[in-house]
C-alpha cells in the first residue's frame, strides 16, 4: 500500500486546525507551521493521485474479469468517491496551495477545511469499495452476478 494518501488524510486535517489556531489567536507560529506543512502537503497529495491513477487503471487490466462480475457494486462507490470527494478536493486545493495572497483569511480556511473534508470523505468511499472486496455482503444475486440489494435481500 501506498502511503501518500493514508498521510495527506491526517496532513489535511492538521492543516486546517493550524489555519484555525492562528486565524483564532493571531499567533505566527500557527501560521509558519501551516506554510512549512502545505509544501509536504501538495508533494505527498500529488503523489497519492499519481498512485491513485494507477490503482483505477488495474480494475480495468489486472482485474478485468472481477471488474466484469461485480463491477455494478463497487463500481458507483468509486464513482461516488471521484464526484463528491476528488472534485471537492481538486476544486479547493488551487485556493489553499496558491490562494494565501489572492484570497481574504476566511476564504483561504473555508478552503483549507475543504479540502480536509474531501480527504475524509475520500476515504470514506475508498474503504467502503474496499470493504465490501474483502467482505461482501449487502448485495444479491442477479443473473449470476452480484448487484445491490434494494430490499434487504441476502447473499
Not at 49 to 72: H, L, P, Y
Request: with cysteine; hydrophobic share 50%; glycine share 10%.
Amino acid at each position: 500500500m501506498v502511503p501518500f494518501p493514508s498521510f495527506t488524510i491526517g496532513l489535511a486535517s492538521y492543516l486546517a486546525v493550524l489555519e484555525g489556531l492562528w486565524l483564532f489567536t493571531g499567533k505566527s507560529v500557527f501560521r509558519n507551521l501551516y506554510l512549512f506543512w502545505i509544501k509536504i502537503f501538495a508533494i505527498a497529495f500529488g503523489m497519492g493521485v499519481v498512485s491513485g491513477v494507477v490503482m483505477s487503471c488495474q480494475f480495468g487490466t489486472n482485474r478485468s474479469v472481477f471488474s466484469d462480475v461485480a463491477g455494478s457494486v463497487p463500481g458507483p462507490l468509486l464513482a461516488y468517491e471521484v464526484l463528491t470527494a476528488f472534485f471537492l478536493e481538486a476544486s479547493f486545493l488551487g485556493i489553499m496551495l496558491f490562494g494565501w495572497q489572492r484570497v481574504g483569511p476566511t476564504l483561504h480556511f473555508v478552503a483549507t477545511v475543504c479540502v480536509a473534508f474531501g480527504t475524509a470523505t475520500s476515504a470514506f468511499w475508498i474503504l467502503s469499495a474496499n470493504s465490501w472486496m474483502q467482505t461482501p455482503a449487502g448485495f444479491a444475486w442477479e443473473n449470476g452476478r452480484p448487484d445491490v440489494a434494494t430490499s434487504g435481500g441476502s447473499q
